[in-house]
Protein backbone atom coordinates (compact mmCIF):
# COMPACT_ATOMS: atom_id res chain seq x y z
CA UNK A 1 0.00 0.00 0.00
CA UNK A 2 1.44 3.54 -0.92
CA UNK A 3 1.67 5.71 2.04
CA UNK A 4 1.72 9.51 2.12
CA UNK A 5 5.42 10.95 3.19
CA UNK A 6 5.81 12.74 6.27
CA UNK A 7 6.65 16.75 6.18
CA UNK A 8 9.24 17.16 8.13
CA UNK A 9 10.23 20.40 7.49
CA UNK A 10 8.85 23.50 5.01
CA UNK A 11 10.38 26.80 3.83
CA UNK A 12 9.43 29.11 1.14
CA UNK A 13 12.60 29.52 -1.68
CA UNK A 14 11.18 32.22 -3.73
CA UNK A 15 8.03 34.70 -4.42
CA UNK A 16 7.86 35.07 -8.25
CA UNK A 17 4.11 37.28 -8.26
CA UNK A 18 2.40 34.28 -10.71
CA UNK A 19 4.40 31.43 -8.01
CA UNK A 20 5.99 30.71 -5.35
CA UNK A 21 8.37 27.88 -4.57
CA UNK A 22 8.43 26.01 -1.53
CA UNK A 23 11.14 23.42 -0.36
CA UNK A 24 9.69 20.41 1.48
CA UNK A 25 11.85 18.13 3.42
CA UNK A 26 9.84 14.72 3.78
CA UNK A 27 10.51 11.41 5.29
CA UNK A 28 10.34 8.02 3.36
CA UNK A 29 7.59 6.20 5.42
CA UNK A 30 9.64 2.63 3.59
CA UNK A 31 12.91 3.62 4.83
CA UNK A 32 12.53 6.56 7.35
CA UNK A 33 15.42 8.25 5.33
CA UNK A 34 14.46 12.51 4.89
CA UNK A 35 14.78 13.87 0.99
CA UNK A 36 14.18 17.38 -0.42
CA UNK A 37 11.48 18.20 -2.41
CA UNK A 38 10.93 21.19 -4.21
CA UNK A 39 7.03 22.47 -5.05
CA UNK A 40 5.27 25.30 -7.01
CA UNK A 41 2.83 26.68 -5.26
CA UNK A 42 0.28 28.31 -7.90
CA UNK A 43 -3.33 29.25 -7.96
CA UNK A 44 -5.62 27.33 -9.66
CA UNK A 45 -6.75 27.58 -13.03
CA UNK A 46 -9.57 27.38 -15.02
CA UNK A 47 -10.75 27.06 -18.93
CA UNK A 48 -13.55 26.92 -20.89
CA UNK A 49 -14.47 25.11 -23.94
CA UNK A 50 -17.03 27.91 -25.41
CA UNK A 51 -19.36 26.76 -28.24
CA UNK A 52 -21.31 28.35 -30.63
CA UNK A 53 -24.75 27.53 -32.12
CA UNK A 54 -23.24 26.79 -35.16
CA UNK A 55 -21.24 24.25 -33.61
CA UNK A 56 -17.70 25.98 -33.81
CA UNK A 57 -15.84 25.89 -30.73
CA UNK A 58 -14.20 29.56 -29.92
CA UNK A 59 -10.44 29.16 -29.67
CA UNK A 60 -7.68 31.82 -28.88
CA UNK A 61 -3.96 32.01 -30.41
CA UNK A 62 -1.63 33.76 -28.48
CA UNK A 63 2.08 34.06 -28.27
CA UNK A 64 3.60 31.74 -25.47
CA UNK A 65 6.70 32.76 -24.01
CA UNK A 66 7.57 29.47 -22.28
CA UNK A 67 7.69 27.72 -25.52
CA UNK A 68 8.53 30.97 -28.12
CA UNK A 69 5.30 29.68 -29.84
CA UNK A 70 2.08 30.86 -31.11
CA UNK A 71 -0.35 28.68 -29.46
CA UNK A 72 -4.18 27.66 -30.66
CA UNK A 73 -5.48 27.17 -27.16
CA UNK A 74 -9.57 27.75 -25.57
CA UNK A 75 -9.71 30.63 -23.33
CA UNK A 76 -8.34 30.27 -19.64
CA UNK A 77 -6.30 31.66 -16.94
CA UNK A 78 -5.91 32.01 -13.21
CA UNK A 79 -9.15 32.06 -10.60
CA UNK A 80 -8.40 35.50 -9.28
CA UNK A 81 -9.17 36.00 -5.39
CA UNK A 82 -12.87 38.21 -6.40
CA UNK A 83 -13.74 35.26 -8.75
CA UNK A 84 -17.28 33.64 -6.52
CA UNK A 85 -16.03 30.31 -8.19
CA UNK A 86 -14.13 28.01 -11.21
CA UNK A 87 -17.10 28.78 -12.84
CA UNK A 88 -16.95 32.21 -12.08
CA UNK A 89 -13.64 32.72 -14.07
CA UNK A 90 -13.89 30.80 -16.59
CA UNK A 91 -16.90 32.77 -18.01
CA UNK A 92 -14.73 36.11 -16.78
CA UNK A 93 -11.56 34.53 -18.91
CA UNK A 94 -13.85 33.56 -21.81
CA UNK A 95 -15.27 37.03 -22.00
CA UNK A 96 -12.40 38.94 -21.38
CA UNK A 97 -10.17 36.62 -23.96
CA UNK A 98 -12.99 36.68 -26.92
CA UNK A 99 -15.68 39.06 -25.93
CA UNK A 100 -17.92 35.54 -26.13
CA UNK A 101 -20.42 34.68 -23.33
CA UNK A 102 -23.21 31.95 -22.70
CA UNK A 103 -26.06 30.96 -20.63
CA UNK A 104 -24.69 28.19 -19.16
CA UNK A 105 -21.58 27.07 -17.96
CA UNK A 106 -20.76 23.72 -17.72
CA UNK A 107 -18.52 21.95 -15.37
CA UNK A 108 -16.63 19.20 -17.40
CA UNK A 109 -14.11 18.08 -14.97
CA UNK A 110 -10.74 19.11 -13.19
CA UNK A 111 -7.17 17.76 -13.80
CA UNK A 112 -3.75 18.46 -11.49
CA UNK A 113 -1.34 20.18 -13.91
CA UNK A 114 2.05 18.30 -12.50
CA UNK A 115 1.40 16.88 -9.57
CA UNK A 116 4.93 15.55 -8.67
CA UNK A 117 5.64 19.88 -8.84
CA UNK A 118 2.61 21.98 -8.67
CA UNK A 119 0.21 22.04 -6.05
CA UNK A 120 -3.11 23.76 -7.77
CA UNK A 121 -5.92 21.80 -10.71
CA UNK A 122 -7.00 23.05 -13.50
CA UNK A 123 -10.64 23.35 -13.68
CA UNK A 124 -12.48 22.70 -17.13
CA UNK A 125 -15.80 23.84 -18.42
CA UNK A 126 -18.32 24.20 -21.52
CA UNK A 127 -19.85 26.65 -22.22
CA UNK A 128 -22.63 25.69 -24.83
CA UNK A 129 -24.35 28.52 -27.08
CA UNK A 130 -21.48 30.80 -26.85
CA UNK A 131 -22.51 34.48 -28.69
CA UNK A 132 -20.05 37.01 -29.53
CA UNK A 133 -21.87 40.13 -26.99
CA UNK A 134 -18.43 41.59 -25.89
CA UNK A 135 -15.61 43.99 -26.74
CA UNK A 136 -12.79 41.66 -25.65
CA UNK A 137 -10.19 43.37 -22.45
CA UNK A 138 -7.08 41.73 -22.48
CA UNK A 139 -4.81 41.76 -19.71
CA UNK A 140 -1.89 44.38 -20.09
CA UNK A 141 0.60 40.99 -21.17
CA UNK A 142 -2.27 39.81 -23.31
CA UNK A 143 -2.75 39.84 -26.99
CA UNK A 144 -4.77 37.50 -28.43
CA UNK A 145 -6.92 36.20 -31.98
CA UNK A 146 -9.61 34.73 -31.77
CA UNK A 147 -10.59 31.46 -33.77
CA UNK A 148 -13.68 29.34 -34.83
CA UNK A 149 -12.35 26.20 -35.09
CA UNK A 150 -14.53 23.29 -36.41
CA UNK A 151 -15.14 20.02 -33.67
CA UNK A 152 -14.03 17.53 -36.30
CA UNK A 153 -10.43 19.31 -37.06
CA UNK A 154 -9.52 19.21 -32.97
CA UNK A 155 -8.06 15.56 -33.45
CA UNK A 156 -5.64 16.76 -36.23
CA UNK A 157 -4.82 19.90 -34.58
CA UNK A 158 -3.59 18.19 -31.56
CA UNK A 159 -1.87 15.41 -34.03
CA UNK A 160 -0.14 17.87 -35.50
CA UNK A 161 0.93 19.80 -32.67
CA UNK A 162 -1.05 22.71 -33.58
CA UNK A 163 -3.07 22.29 -30.29
CA UNK A 164 -0.15 21.64 -27.36
CA UNK A 165 -0.92 22.91 -24.85
CA UNK A 166 -1.38 20.23 -22.61
CA UNK A 167 -4.10 21.36 -20.22
CA UNK A 168 -6.07 22.85 -23.63
CA UNK A 169 -5.82 18.51 -24.61
CA UNK A 170 -6.63 17.47 -21.36
CA UNK A 171 -9.72 19.64 -21.76
CA UNK A 172 -10.79 18.23 -25.28
CA UNK A 173 -10.52 14.70 -23.74
CA UNK A 174 -13.23 15.81 -20.99
CA UNK A 175 -15.41 17.59 -23.45
CA UNK A 176 -15.24 14.44 -25.34
CA UNK A 177 -16.31 12.42 -22.43
CA UNK A 178 -18.78 14.53 -22.01
CA UNK A 179 -20.54 14.49 -25.55
CA UNK A 180 -20.16 10.17 -25.13
CA UNK A 181 -22.19 10.00 -21.98
CA UNK A 182 -25.04 12.50 -22.49
Not at 23 to 36: F, K, M, N, Y
Not at 129 to 135: D, E, P, S
Amino acid sequence: MIQRWETVASRVRGDYEVFRVREDRCRSPLTGAEHPFYIIEASDWVNVIPVTPEGQIVCVEQYRHGTDEVSLEIPGGIIDPGDASPAHAARREMVEETGYDADAIVPLGSVAPNPAILNNRCYTFLAPGARLRHATRFDATEHLAVRLVDPADVPGLVAGGRIAHALVVAAFYLYEQHLRTR
